[in-house]
């Protein structure tokens, strides 16, 4: 018999206490000496566990999860490539690890090596002239972008006119969130039939009151913008700054430069192409390079290469838009993705997109058979099926997802882009085998065969997990989002 | 390297079944004029051990390793069980991404909705959200929230907030709608406060201990931010939580910080861990990602993510944050790490904090030229007012092996002779006593 899972805090008791403190070596004082005052806690309800348990108890739960190392992740638009352990190794090396942001630039100049290091690596990479490394993720980036692009309008003397940020119908849902987070409003633009951009809708969203257009290339659906350089000309004609969302960029990484498409400011989420690890839902880095007329607005403070080849930070910089960070970003996740792009060098990245785009557009013509393909251009580092297919008997791409969980595999992305129904979006990465994408094609195969023959086992997916369908309406009807105290 | 494992057979037969002869024919939608000849020219590749050797070095250029630190202003250097290095560094959790499909994440999941319990518990508060980047961007968070709640602008920055949280501030809002209120004393002053704000306040935000290490009164901040209609923000040190009465039980509507002191390394400063715990009228304006308790279809226990509403991959430009990556493998750390000290090893943490940090305050009230510059209570942390630049005395800490403190005047010229000096559980008798040499050193070189 299984042992049910238990949380923490119904583990344990009383009288059991995990690993033990040194005991004061100054002379105490009694607490209400030292802290006057001070009203102190009754009680902290915690719980009270051996060593071994709590070792236990979350080596338990570990195995419960899917992960990168175990088995293929697919899961479109996040580059759930393999993380390299010498990363972790180096990043976790007692010089950078115990360096304290504060302690000022002599004593750091190491961190502030590598941080300019990767700022030019990823400057080199994007074809853009300078990068700061202090958003901690794309989300932050994006915001940190917007600012930027604020904060050149103000200088220009329209930051009251520009108001309106226009993002296309595909777009990532922290788009339109970083637009509004950063003042301005939203214009969507509907996609064109074959998914792109449609330069008609752009043309007549673009005006005077434009601030930025915010496009992502590849877009959503796996599709390079064809006509990407028209969008940047039309954009510019109108005065506005043209943004792009960086998060595949690892279908270009080493072959095109997006800041040579015309982009004045792009955020690079390191733990997608930069294959620093994804950490259960982070922490990745968001770092956002930026065309020469936005750098004067980067955030403070902007390390610095001096003469003597010293690495100051420099915090006079007057028409900065200020900090985003507390300190220094993700600073150990960017070590990750030094380690990571020096490894490579030129031809290895290079190879990246390569073998990303190969494996996306292998599979893509493999799954065409057996499932929708709504946009039947090669695809990029990823592309999108439709479900819809499946409708006729029953069933949805979420079963297909769940079903999916049985073949030790993750699901892909799934209902999203928006704009195509019963989406499943896929991404391989180049990281995966031949020998992986064909266990991947023929677990999706065997599961169009099973909607035809038997619905009923992809409703009740999936039958070899720890745990079966979770009940989201219940959870989110009265949610309970803490332990009680047994 | 690239990590790529293809065979020039699987290449033929993939371009085969693509219908290519050539893999560029899949990059017909690329205009040819930005295709690169070259790939960008960085240096590489490197093997592990070149790899190895360079990062190695460079890491050494950082003196922290070999100096004992004092430093604190925000960032602290606490024990880190071995434990939680061992299970945080995991495959199963570190290679995993955000629980998307919850079947197969009930353990990043599970860990999540612990780390929600004890900082609800820790704060005082009734939820918290799963983490957000840092203590600055998760203040920021809560100043939105408030002014989404009331309907008003104006934030009110109650005495001596850490000053990049402020900076941060100012960044996200408009600096116009930020009112910094500061006072001599170190400590928020409520007249002057009452003065201040008034009824466009959306907010007031105080920070506890505050930077100086300084401990506010947070039921009269708690009140006067009431008496205006305005929420009560407390940014909160995790640790003093374990050992002063947490503000959510005395009228804070929203507890927010940085809780890297929870197992996580100091890195430079990154990555963190934000936290924001709220109270329950406030749950659906929390920003970030929320997991909550349900069943599977055999009535087995399980977790979800759940008010996905408020996020912005369903609700876009009205979502309540932009946030999507958060801190996640921090949260687990900080997790590990309360579990394993548990009720009596955090509160033991916190209070030998106070213990060394006043036998170390005592200590260098003792050695002439220096006085303590305040006189509020502290916790770990207070500010020594030098007889020398403070800079001085840090660069003294190198023959004692210490770094003694850090240089307020990096952050203001008139506090250049202010040392803020943290002393946490870590540090030993002896230690303290190279800082204290290293201060009569640095004093009588005057």
Same mark, same amino acid.
């Given at each position: 018999?299984?042992?049910?899972?238990?949380?923490?805090?119904?583990?344990?008791?009383?009288?059991?206490?995990?690993?033990?403190?040194?005991?004061?070596?100054? #002379?105490?004082?009694?607490?209400?000496?030292?802290? #006057?005052?001070?009203?102190?806690?009754?009680?902290?309800?915690?719980?009270?566990?051996?060593?071994?348990?709590?070792?236990?108890?979350?080596?338990?739960?570990?195995?419960?999860?899917?992960?990168?190392?175990?088995?293929?992740?697919?899961?479109?638009?996040?580059?759930?490539?393999?993380?390299?352990?010498?990363?972790?190794?180096?990043?976790?090396?007692?010089?950078?690890?115990?360096?304290?942001?504060?302690?000022?630039?002599?004593?750091?100049?190491?961190?502030?090596?590598?941080?300019?290091?990767?700022?030019?690596?990823?400057?080199?990479?994007?074809?853009?002239?300078?990068?700061?490394?202090?958003?901690?993720?794309?989300?932050?980036?994006?915001?940190?972008?917007?600012?930027?692009?604020?904060?050149?309008?103000?200088?220009?003397?329209?930051?009251?006119?520009?108001?309106?940020?226009?993002?296309?119908?595909?777009?990532?849902?922290?788009?339109?969130?970083?637009?509004?987070?950063?003042?301005?409003?939203?214009?969507?633009?509907?996609?064109?039939?074959?998914?792109?951009?449609?330069?008609?809708?752009?043309?007549?969203?673009?005006?005077?009151?434009?601030?930025?257009?915010?496009?992502?290339? #590849?877009?959503?659906?796996?599709?390079?913008?064809?006509?990407?350089?028209?969008?940047?000309?039309?954009?510019?004609?109108?005065?506005?700054?043209?943004?792009?969302?960086?998060?595949?960029?690892?279908?270009?990484?080493?072959?095109?430069?997006?800041?040579?498409?015309?982009?004045?400011?792009?955020?690079?989420?390191?733990?997608?192409?930069?294959?620093?690890?994804?950490?259960?839902?982070?922490?990745?880095?968001?770092?956002?390079?930026?065309?020469?007329?936005?750098?004067?607005?980067?955030?403070?403070?902007?390390?610095?290469?001096?003469?003597?080849?010293?690495?100051?930070?420099?915090?006079?910089?007057?028409?900065?838009?200020?900090?985003?960070?507390?300190?220094?970003?993700?600073?150990?996740?960017?070590?990750?993705?030094?380690?990571?792009?020096?490894?490579?060098?030129?031809?290895?990245?290079?190879?990246?997109?390569?073998?990303?785009?190969?494996?996306?557009?292998?599979?893509?013509?493999?799954?065409?058979?057996?499932?929708?393909?709504?946009?039947?251009?090669?695809?990029?580092?990823?592309?999108?099926?439709?479900?819809?297919?499946?409708?006729?008997?029953?069933?949805?791409?979420?079963?297909?997802?769940?079903?999916?969980?049985?073949?030790?595999?993750?699901?892909?992305?799934?209902?999203?882009?928006?704009?195509?129904?019963?989406?499943?979006?896929?991404? #391989?990465?180049?990281?995966?085998?031949?020998?992986?994408?064909?266990?991947?094609?023929?677990?999706?195969?065997?599961?169009?065969?099973?909607?035809?023959?038997?619905?009923?086992?992809?409703?009740?997916?999936?039958?070899?997990?720890?745990?079966?369908?979770?009940?989201?309406?219940?959870?989110?009807?009265?949610?309970?989002?803490?332990?009680?105290?047994? | 390297?690239?990590?790529?494992?293809?065979?020039?057979?699987?290449?033929?037969?993939?371009?085969?079944?693509?219908?290519?002869?050539?893999?560029?024919?899949?990059?017909?939608?690329?205009?040819?004029?930005?295709?690169?000849?070259?790939?960008?020219?960085?240096?590489?590749?490197?093997?592990?051990?070149?790899?190895?050797?360079?990062?190695?070095?460079?890491?050494?250029?950082?003196?922290?390793?070999?100096?004992?630190?004092?430093?604190?202003?925000?960032?602290?250097?606490?024990?880190?069980?071995?434990?939680?290095?061992?299970?945080?560094?995991?495959?199963?959790?570190?290679?995993?991404?955000?629980?998307?499909?919850?079947?197969?994440?009930?353990?990043?999941?599970?860990?999540?909705?612990?780390?929600?319990?004890?900082?609800?518990?820790?704060?005082?508060?009734?939820?918290?959200?799963?983490?957000?980047?840092?203590?600055?961007?998760?203040?920021?968070?809560?100043?939105?929230?408030?002014?989404?709640?009331?309907?008003?602008?104006?934030?009110?920055?109650?005495?001596?907030?850490?000053?990049?949280?402020?900076?941060?501030?100012?960044?996200?809002?408009?600096?116009?709608?930020?009112?910094?209120?500061?006072?001599?004393?170190?400590?928020?002053?409520?007249?002057?406060?009452?003065?201040?704000?008034?009824?466009?306040?959306?907010?007031?935000?105080?920070?506890?201990?505050?930077?100086?290490?300084?401990?506010?009164?947070?039921?009269?901040?708690?009140?006067?931010?009431?008496?205006?209609?305005?929420?009560?923000?407390?940014?909160?040190?995790?640790?003093?939580?374990?050992?002063?009465?947490?503000?959510?039980?005395?009228?804070?509507?929203?507890?927010?910080?940085?809780?890297?002191?929870?197992?996580?390394?100091?890195?430079?400063?990154?990555?963190?861990?934000?936290?924001?715990?709220?109270?329950?009228?406030?749950?659906?304006?929390?920003?970030?990602?929320?997991?909550?308790?349900?069943?599977?279809?055999?009535?087995?226990?399980?977790?979800?993510?759940?008010?996905?509403?408020?996020?912005?991959?369903?609700?876009?430009?009205?979502?309540?944050?932009?946030?999507?990556?958060?801190?996640?493998?921090?949260?687990?750390?900080?997790?590990?790490?309360?579990?394993?000290?548990?009720?009596?090893?955090?509160?033991?943490?916190?209070?030998?904090?106070?213990?060394?940090?006043?036998?170390?305050?005592?200590?260098?009230?003792?050695?002439?030229?220096?006085?303590?510059?305040?006189?509020?209570?502290?916790?770990?942390?207070?500010?020594?007012?030098?007889?020398?630049?403070?800079?001085?005395?840090?660069?003294?800490?190198?023959?004692?092996?210490?770094?003694?403190?850090?240089?307020?005047?990096?952050?203001?010229?008139?506090?250049?002779?202010?040392?803020?000096?943290?002393?946490?559980?870590?540090?030993?008798?002896?230690?303290?006593?190279?800082?204290?040499?290293?201060?009569?050193?640095?004093?009588?070189?005057?």
């Amino acid at each position: 018999m299984i042992m049910p899972r238990r949380l923490l805090i119904e583990q344990g008791g009383a009288g059991h206490r995990g690993p033990a403190l040194p005991a004061c070596d100054v #002379p105490k004082r009694p607490l209400a000496e030292l802290l #006057p005052g001070v009203a102190l806690r009754a009680e902290l309800v915690f719980p009270q566990v051996s060593e071994p348990e709590v070792v236990r108890h979350f080596t338990e739960l570990s195995t419960l999860n899917h992960h990168v190392d175990r088995g293929f992740y697919p899961l479109g638009s996040c580059t759930m490539k393999h993380n390299p352990k010498i990363d972790e190794e180096l990043a976790g090396l007692a010089g950078f690890a115990k360096a304290h942001p504060l302690a000022g630039d002599d004593a750091t100049q190491g961190c502030l090596r590598a941080m300019v290091e990767v700022q030019r690596l990823l400057a080199d990479i994007t074809g853009f002239a300078a990068v700061t490394t202090q958003p901690a993720a794309g989300a932050h980036g994006e915001m940190t972008g917007l600012l930027l692009i604020r904060a050149y309008h103000r200088s220009r003397g329209e930051g009251e006119q520009r108001r309106r940020v226009i993002v296309p119908d595909s777009a990532h849902g922290t788009n339109p969130a970083s637009a509004s987070l950063a003042g301005y409003e939203t214009v969507v633009i509907p996609s064109g039939a074959d998914a792109t951009v449609d330069l008609e809708a752009l043309a007549k969203a673009l005006d005077d009151r434009t601030a930025a257009v915010m496009l992502t290339v #590849p877009n959503t659906v796996g599709l390079f913008e064809p006509r990407v350089l028209e969008v940047a000309r039309l954009a510019h004609a109108a005065g506005a700054q043209c943004y792009m969302d960086g998060a595949n960029l690892n279908a270009l990484v080493g072959r095109v430069r997006p800041g040579d498409l015309g982009f004045d400011v792009m955020h690079i989420n390191v733990h997608k192409t930069f294959s620093t690890p994804h950490g259960g839902g982070g922490p990745g880095a968001g770092p956002v390079a930026v065309a020469k007329h936005l750098e004067p607005f980067l955030p403070v403070p902007v390390a610095v290469v001096q003469q003597d080849g010293r690495v100051r930070l420099d915090w006079d910089r007057p028409r900065s838009i200020g900090r985003v960070h507390s300190f220094n970003g993700n600073f150990s996740v960017l070590l990750r993705a030094l380690a990571y792009m020096l490894t490579l060098g030129p031809e290895g990245l290079a190879e990246v997109s390569r073998v990303a785009i190969l494996n996306a557009n292998y599979l893509m013509r493999r799954l065409a058979k057996s499932y929708d393909l709504p946009n039947p251009q090669h695809c990029m580092h990823e592309f999108v099926l439709s479900g819809r297919g499946l409708r006729r008997y029953g069933v949805k791409t979420l079963d297909v997802a769940k079903r999916l969980l049985d073949f030790g595999v993750h699901a892909p992305t799934v209902y999203f882009p928006l704009i195509v129904e019963e989406a499943l979006m896929i991404e #391989p990465t180049e990281t995966e085998t031949f020998d992986r994408l064909e266990h991947f094609a023929s677990a999706m195969e065997r599961i169009a065969a099973e909607a035809a023959e038997d619905a009923e086992l992809l409703h009740q997916a999936p039958h070899t997990t720890p745990v079966g369908r979770l009940d989201e309406a219940r959870a989110s009807r009265e949610p309970r989002l803490r332990w009680s105290v047994p | 390297m690239s990590f790529v494992g293809l065979t020039r057979d699987e290449e033929q037969r993939m371009l085969k079944e693509i219908g290519v002869a050539r893999f560029e024919e899949l990059l017909a939608a690329v205009p040819q004029e930005v295709l690169l000849e070259h790939p960008p020219r960085i240096p590489g590749p490197l093997s592990e051990i070149e790899l190895r050797r360079l990062l190695g070095n460079w890491s050494r250029e950082n003196h922290a390793a070999e100096l004992v630190s004092f430093q604190g202003g925000g960032i602290y250097d606490h024990w880190i069980p071995a434990a939680v290095d061992a299970l945080a560094s995991r495959s199963e959790f570190v290679t995993a991404y955000t629980p998307y499909q919850p079947e197969v994440a009930q353990g990043t999941l599970t860990a999540i909705f612990e780390f929600q319990s004890m900082m609800a518990e820790l704060t005082g508060c009734d939820v918290a959200n799963a983490s957000m980047y840092d203590g600055a961007t998760a203040t920021v968070e809560a100043a939105l929230l408030a002014r989404r709640q009331t309907g008003r602008k104006r934030v009110v920055v109650a005495g001596m907030v850490h000053p990049h949280t402020v900076a941060v501030l100012r960044t996200y809002l408009d600096a116009a709608e930020v009112t910094v209120v500061e006072d001599s004393s170190g400590l928020a002053a409520v007249a002057d406060l009452r003065a201040a704000a008034g009824p466009d306040t959306a907010c007031m935000i105080y920070q506890q201990p505050n930077f100086f290490g300084l401990l506010e009164d947070s039921v009269a901040l708690h009140a006067l931010a009431h008496d205006m209609g305005a929420l009560a923000v407390a940014v909160c040190d995790p640790i003093a939580l374990a050992l002063i009465e947490p503000p959510g039980r005395t009228g804070a509507d929203l507890v927010v910080g940085e809780a890297q002191c929870l197992g996580n390394p100091m890195s430079f400063g990154g990555p963190l861990l934000g936290y924001f715990a709220a109270k329950q009228a406030l749950l659906r304006g929390l920003p970030g990602r929320l997991v909550a308790e349900t069943v599977d279809r055999q009535g087995r226990r399980g977790f979800v993510l759940t008010l996905q509403t408020r996020e912005q991959h369903i609700r876009r430009e009205k979502a309540t944050s932009n946030i999507c990556t958060n801190q996640g493998l921090m949260a687990l750390r900080a997790t590990i790490h309360m579990g394993l000290l548990g009720r009596l090893g955090l509160r033991e943490v916190a209070e030998l904090c106070v213990q060394k940090s006043h036998h170390a305050a005592r200590f260098a009230a003792a050695i002439p030229g220096y006085a303590l510059e305040f006189e509020a209570p502290f916790f770990r942390e207070f500010v020594l007012r030098c007889p020398v630049e403070a800079r001085r005395v840090v660069e003294a800490g190198t023959e004692f092996g210490v770094s003694p403190g850090i240089n307020l005047g990096r952050f203001r010229p008139e506090w250049r002779d202010l040392l803020l000096v943290a002393v946490t559980e870590l540090r030993n008798a002896d230690e303290i006593d190279r800082w204290a040499r290293t201060l009569q050193k640095a004093g009588g070189a005057r």
